[in-house]
Structure formats: C-alpha cells, structure tokens
C-alpha cells in the first residue's frame, strides 16, 4: 500500500522551492556564470546595455573575429568562443545589433567557452532578448563584437 506523505513533508517541499525560486529572482539564470564579472543581476546588465545603445553603425568592420558562437535555444544562450590567441578584452556582444552585452574578458584558446544567457543581453528600452523564440523574428540572425573600435562580425550556428 502506498505512504501517503504528511503534511509537514509537503510544506518542507514547497517551502523548498518557493526559496528556491525567491533566490533566482533578479538574475538572468538559475546557475551563476562561471566567469565571475558576469555575475551580475539584470537590472546591472539592463543599465549597462542602455549605455551602450545605440548600436553603432559607422564603425569601421573589422571583418570576421576568430572565434564562433553556437545558439542554444534550449537552454535561452549564446556560447562564444575566442580561437585567436589573444584575450578579447572589454568587448560589446552584439544579437542582431539590438541586443547587447557586455564582457570583460573572452579568454583566448579552444575550450574556453563563454555562456551568455538571452537574459543578459539588453534592447535600448531595458528588454531582455526573447526566450520564448517561436517567431522566427525572435531568432538571432546576426551576432558581432565591438573591440578596439571595430565591429566584427562572429561566426557562429545553431545549437537545436
């Protein structure tokens, strides 16, 4: 015969995830980046993006960065990789030069990948980048790096 669970059991559960939840609030994802300077609430990437709209199209290009990205929509992020060998230092990451974020530090070398959350990536009007992506509108068609006054544009693919 099945164990009917107590009522304290079920309100340890649900208190549990109610602070599970409550803790997230605030943040672009439920894990903590593994880059600590991009341990920021969206409110700080939300600011920082409205200082760096518009997107700036006199820059000079700066042709194709040696590096690619991948497109996760199952998990809402960009994963962007530097191949060159030096470190891209304070760089703006581009989605479809309406959404923005900034990086410290791409460290240079193949497997040291960058996670950025659709979250982190801001509009001039203070908007997260879509997660729900149903509308081919809402897809990231374009994503390019402004470093040393130059726009590049990144390579990169779909990951689902």
Not at 102 to 119: M, S
Not at 145 to 160: C, E, H, L, N, S
């Amino acid at each position: 015969m099945p164990r009917v669970l107590g009522p304290i059991v079920v309100a340890a559960y649900l208190a549990v995830i109610v602070l599970l939840l409550a803790g997230c609030s605030g943040r672009p994802s439920l894990i903590p980046n593994s880059d600590p300077s991009l341990r920021k609430s969206s409110a700080q990437f939300s600011a920082d993006a409205a200082k760096r709209h518009p997107f700036k199209f006199d820059l000079p290009s700066g042709g194709e960065a040696a590096g690619r990205a991948q497109v996760g929509y199952g998990v809402d992020a960009v994963e962007v990789v530097n191949l060159s060998t030096e470190d891209w230092n304070d760089v703006e990451i581009w989605v479809n030069r309406t959404h923005v974020v900034h990086v410290p530090k791409l460290k240079a070398g193949r497997g040291r990948t960058t996670t950025l959350n659709f979250q982190m990536f801001f509009d001039a009007n203070g908007h997260y980048f879509p997660v729900d992506n149903s509308r081919r509108e809402r897809m990231v068609r374009q994503i390019e790096m402004v470093r040393d006054g130059k726009v590049y544009t990144i390579p990169f693919k779909q990951a689902d």
